[in-house]
């Protein structure tokens, strides 16, 4: 056999190796009761037709590859994005360290996040006594200036009701009385990561502004001449936020980013681990209900946070959906210049105008293209966007988590734009609906997260990673997507992948090599 | 004299070129390439204008002598395809280094051939001599011969180093370079009647390959193409050829011409842009090989393949037609394709509203002249601000141009499509026609241009540059309406020679003051007309305009004047040429007029003008004359 103990070869070469190719072959022949290939090929090749898409579609229980993640993952998202806050997640810490990995491997970055631990008893008994001990320890072990508390699935599923636990807990003197602990139920069965962003946020505001669940007063509005921004539950975060940033600063707008997470996402290395590092001070938390308008970058990752601020306190609200393209960020920077009264600034124009002279140089390569879009809502619509002011077509944009509203708006979109003519939106579709979609209507690209590698297997089609999670690409979330800038990056990711995608159809010598050239 | 300025010499007396041959012995060794200036922006040099040309054979080794800077910057950077070998495509250089040039570098240039034919084997490797080596005096042709008897392999010296000149003179030198050691060294295995050589094409983004299967259905045989695509041994026997198509015009006239005087093959310059000019290269081909004995029935294979592919390509262009009818389009590229592009987009219902003629020949310019109707409409140089000015008053739609006028376009707002070098669709041959208009098509309903034309939404309308651009332009047409003193100096600070710097001004004096009238004269006394040459119409148009020289009351010279106006640039055919014949034979075709005349049997632009003339002929009531002296 290959395999032996003077020289191990690992997965990449060892059953590429004759002896395991014979032996696969011959246990699939022999003890697997295989069908014939012919009959394997036809199903698979049945799974390509209208048909299959047809019951495919008639799904009416089974979800196959999801894109989509859980409430408490998106609670997390923006629990860390407070200064000095630990996310404290009620429930079982499975899935905790599902949410752990799972930023990890997109941010390439450690994520802190604590659980109650709940077990068996806890279930049947309830979860106050994990609330009590697990608030206390993580007070006393991590010395966080906050702890914001989500839940999963299990906690929500016997009731355990967070406000009533965490004052026994503070009236236990798990942590003092006056110590900020924010609560939001953010049940896995119920919306999605994008859901649980918004409740987390919604808490943390309900919180500060609304008199810390009964304990104090609350706040008094007097106007002042600031905004807040939300960024949404965005993959981009550390560099669209950054960018953000200096596009206020270069407006001279003042400005509290709230739920800012794009310092814990990327602590440098330099000897020190920062277990917190930067976000949303609780100063500035309690400043921002004073604030001329809240400014939302993704309308559907705050729905319910914008309806409570406007609602509740008469403050302006203003979201938008993902702004990708030169129109979309035309439309953001007006309406920031708006409400502050500030002109854009030179930097920027200067800036707008070169996205539009990459675009002017570059979009004839995307001009004409069919693109399938799969994503959060938001992004969904902002890429469709961008791909629209290019040319392409976004063909089929899919999102799992995307609803009749959000239908409602893409189709709007669709219908205003002649580049929308043939396109169609899947609202509550999954990734197997996709497949079916990109087998009987077939687009030049696919637009997802890495999750869209297996549909690029099995279609053929290529894929531009764009999206959440990104796990086997590395470093795009430091590069920002917004402002005109992120425009630009968005151009030279799918640029790359269509030059790449020309070059691989050139590249066999003598055989294709006769159009593989060096200028494209 | 050293050899390169000896060949130098030679190719700047080009007797097939028309322009060359109306100068003086003095001009003709100035050159025929507008001389460069110091601190302009200029073009590519000699030694990249032979590279080019030669590169496209893809089975040579194409060593480049010289410091690294020379072949870093050329290395593969032209879209010219290859069915074979891509040897064309390695990058071989002497890399030469301080050492070299204190102590020569033709050892090293040697060994690099020797290393060389050691690891590649190739039929032959072609040595590019540059500045660095040049001016040490390394003598590449000594060094060519020693290793083509030492290895028994034709070493090809290509003399053509960056100071001789720019590269349009590169590309004839790479022709003599061609002429003197390659063509003719080898003899075919057989030759058939239907033998021809096509130059000057290079088989950009695969083009050739668009029209290539058609010339062989009809029974063409490629002996050699110079140089798309080509192999070394095809054109070592480019000499067998019975007849040549030159594609573009300026570049290879040189080898093309020769071929005739040393070998006897005829030629013809054609297209293959444009359905039209595809099919009359094709029609003039098969005419000039039954010429020399292919049975007549030649023609009518020749004809059917043109029928079927016409009729195809029309009907596919069909859909495109509608969406393309009346749109405008401003043209900026050079040489062949100022022409042969214009018939072509005509084609398809577009209008053009402009051409630039900056690379053109007087030839070249002459059919844009005839395709247009109005040469005012064609430019030597445009400045983004008149391009800007033009798209505005024009209302231009796109432009179509080259890659480097490409950024200027885009900031002055205006869509693009590339039809130079480093576009990556083949737009020869029908097929190619297709994907033009299909490209068009593309570019025109691209989104971005509304994006790129669309102020900014904090812009106030009348802060743009192009705003203040038309501010400038019209406070400076009011200042001069207002001030007619400051009005003529403007009128007459107009450049007219801009070789010589010679403004309207100082032509106009010098006429005054002599009495001036000729273009020769105007030359002699302001040397305006002595560079280029190419302003020499211009100041006809001046002696013209202060009413010597063109103004003619005796109406025996007025017709004599009138006779004479070149129809066919071609065959060099004018007027009282075409009308004696139609009038002695009673000619009512245009095919009658070519068979009798040979007048529209070159390009074919000139049909439409004959066809006036017949139609004027016929129809003798009309103001004829007037129509005339206007023009």
Known sequence: MPQNADHVLDHFDLFRQPEYREMLANKKKNFENPVAEAELQRVV???????????????????????????????????????????????????????????????????????????????????????????????????????????????????????????????????????????????????????????????????????????????????????????????????????????????????????????????????????FDGGTTIDEMNAAVHAKATISMQEYCTEKTLNYIKSEWDQETVSFNHPISVQATDKFLMEISRITGKPVPDQ????????????????????????????????????????????????????????????????????????????????????????????????????????????????????????????????????????????????????????????????????????????? | MSSVSATVQDVFNEPACPKNAAKSEKERKKGCTKQLQPGGAAGGCAFDGAKIALQPITDVAHLVHGPIACEGNSWDNRGAYSSGSTLYRTGFTTDINETDVVFGGEKRLYKSIKEIIEKYNPPSVFVYQTCVPAMIGDDIDAVCKAATKKFGKPIVPVNSPGFVGPKNLGNKLAGEALLAHVIGTEEPDFTTPYDVN???????????????????????????????????????????????????????????????????????????????????????????????????EFMDRAEAVIAREEKRAWERMAEYTPRLKGKKVLLITGGVKSWSVVAALQEVGLEIVGTSVKKSTKEDKERIKELMGDDAHAFDDMSPREMYKMLKDARADIMLSGGRSQFIALKASMPWLDINQERHHAYAGYEGMVDLVKEIDKALYNPIWEQVRMPAPWQNASDTWQAKADAAAAKEAAELAADPAKAEEKRRSKKICKCKTVDLGTIEDAIRANALTTVAQVTEITHAGGGCTSCRGTIDGILADLGVGEIETDPVKLEEKRRATK??????????????????????TVAEVTAATQAGGGCTSCCDSIDDILAELVAPAEAAPVAIAAE
Not at chain 2, 264 to 289: K, N
Request: glycine letters at 10%; hydrophobic letters at 40%; charged letters at 20%.
């Open chain 1, 45 to 275: 090749e049945w799974t390509k037709t209208p048909e299959y898409r047809e019951k495919n579609f008639a799904r009416e229980a089974l979800t196959v590859n999801p894109a989509k993640a859980c409430q408490p993952l998106g609670a997390v998202f923006a629990a860390v994005g407070f200064e000095g806050t630990v996310p404290f997640v009620h429930g079982s810490q499975g899935c905790v360290a599902y949410y752990r990995s799972h930023f990890s491997r997109h941010f390439k970055e450690p994520s802190s996040c604590v659980s109650s631990s709940m077990t068996e008893d806890a279930a049947v008994f309830g979860g106050l006594n994990n609330m009590v001990d697990g608030l206390a320890n993580t007070y006393n072990l991590y010395k966080p200036k906050m702890i914001s508390v989500s839940t999963t699935c299990m906690a929500e599923v016997i009731g355990d009701d967070l406000n009533a636990f965490i004052k026994t807990a503070k009236s236990k003197g798990s942590v003092p009385e006056a110590y900020d602990v924010p609560f939001a139920h953010t049940p896995a069965f119920v919306g999605s990561h994008i859901t649980g962003y918004d409740n987390v946020l919604k808490g943390v505001f309900e919180h500060f502004w609304g008199g810390k669940a009964g304990t104090v007063e609350k706040l008094q509005r007097v106007p002042n001449e600031t905004i807040n921004f939300i960024g949404g539950f965005d993959p981009y975060t550390v560099g669209n936020l950054r960018e953000i940033k200096r596009i206020f600063d270069l407006m001279g707008v003042e400005y509290t980013m709230i739920a800012d997470n794009s310092d814990v996402w990327d602590t440098p290395t330099d000897g020190t681990f920062r277990m």
């Open chain 1, 348 to 520: 920027l124009k200067l800036e707008r105008g070169r996205l539009v002279d990459a675009l002017a140089d570059s979009s004839a390569h995307i001009h004409g293209k069919k693109f399938a879009i799969y994503g959060d809502p938001d992004l969904c619509i902002g890429l469709a966007e961008f791909l629209m002011e290019c040319g392409g077509e976004p063909t089929h944009i899919l999102a799992t988590n995307g609803g009749k509203a959000w239908e409602a708006k893409v189709q709007a979109m669709l219908d205003a734009n002649q580049f929308g003519a043939n396109c169609h939106v899947y609202p509550l579709r999954d990734l197997w609906h996709m497949r079916s979609l990109l087998f009987t209507e077939p687009v030049d690209f696919l637009i997802g997260n890495t999750y869209g590698k297996y549909l690029e297997r099995d279609t053929g089609t290529p894929l531009i990673r764009i999206g959440f999670p990104i796990f086997d690409r590395h470093h795009h979330h430091r590069y920002p997507v917004w402002g005109y800038q992120g425009g630009l990056n968005v151009l030279v990711w799918i640029l790359d992948r269509i030059f790449e995608e020309i070059d691989r159809n050139t590249i066999v010598p003598a055989h294709s090599d006769f159009s593989y050239d060096i200028i494209r």
């Open chain 2, 198 to 296: 096509i130059i000057g094409e290079y088989n950009l983004a695969g083009e050739m390959w668009q029209v290539e299967p058609l010339l062989k259905e009809i029974g063409f045989r490629i002996l050699s193409c110079i140089s798309g695509d080509a192999k070394y041994h095809e054109v070592a026997r480019a000499h067998r050829a019975r007849a040549t198509m030159m594609v573009c015009s300026k570049a290879m006239i040189n080898i093309t011409r020769k071929l005739e005087d040393l070998y006897g093959i005829p030629y013809f310059e054609g297209s293959f842009y444009g359905i039209g000019d595809m099919s009359d290269s094709i029609r003039q081909l098969a005419q000039l090989v039954i010429d020399r004995g292919a049975p007549p």
């Open chain 2, 567 to 588: 129809i066919c640039n071609c065959k060099s055919i004018d007027r009282g040429a075409i009308e004696d014949a139609i009038r002695a034979n009673g000619l009512t």
